[in-house]
């Protein structure tokens, strides 16, 4: 059906998120069955039409991460925050990365960065889960 609608009328208002959408949940689908090479190309995909989709980036985060590419998602973080900074959501990311490599200053460099973003557009939601995400990271 997607592929038809694009076809008829391909500036279809919401067509891209649908679309987006539709990789995300196939690459959902092919994490939770293991499938990590059909999760990352869909994951990817979704991300070709919106490069900022948070859904798309933690998904791809958890299966660098699961694969043992902690490395790669840290740097694939780097470059997102570089390229999109309203992409608040990816301090978290690159946070929590970092905390779970063991690195808890970088970890907590992040979460900082993070918060003055989240203040800088009033992303009350981002600004919390930062804050508890700090108070983690802190803890013995």
């Given amino acids: 059906c997607l592929r038809e609608a694009g076809e008829v009328d391909p500036s279809l208002p919401g067509l891209a998120d649908v679309r987006a959408l539709f990789h995300l949940r196939t690459g959902n689908a092919a994490f939770r069955a293991g499938d990590f090479a059909r999760a990352e190309t869909a994951y990817h995909l979704a991300l070709d039409i919106k490069p900022d989709q948070e859904e798309s980036w933690t ?3 958890a299966l660098w991460q699961r694969s043992g590419r902690a490395q790669e998602a840290r ?3 780097d470059t997102l925050i570089r390229d999109h900074p309203p992409a608040g959501f990816a301090y978290g990311l ?3 990365v970092a905390l779970q490599a063991g690195d808890r200053a970088a970890g907590l460099e992040w979460i900082e960065r ?3 973003a989240a203040r800088a557009v009033s992303d009350r939601r981002q600004e919390e ?3 508890k995400l700090r108070t983690q990271a802190r803890g013995p």
């Fill in 129 to 131: 889960s930062l804050q």
């Fill in 114 to 116: 993070g918060l003055v």
């Fill in 94 to 96: 690159a946070a929590r």
């Fill in 59 to 61: 998904g791809l985060v």
């Fill in 75 to 77: 740097t694939r973080l």
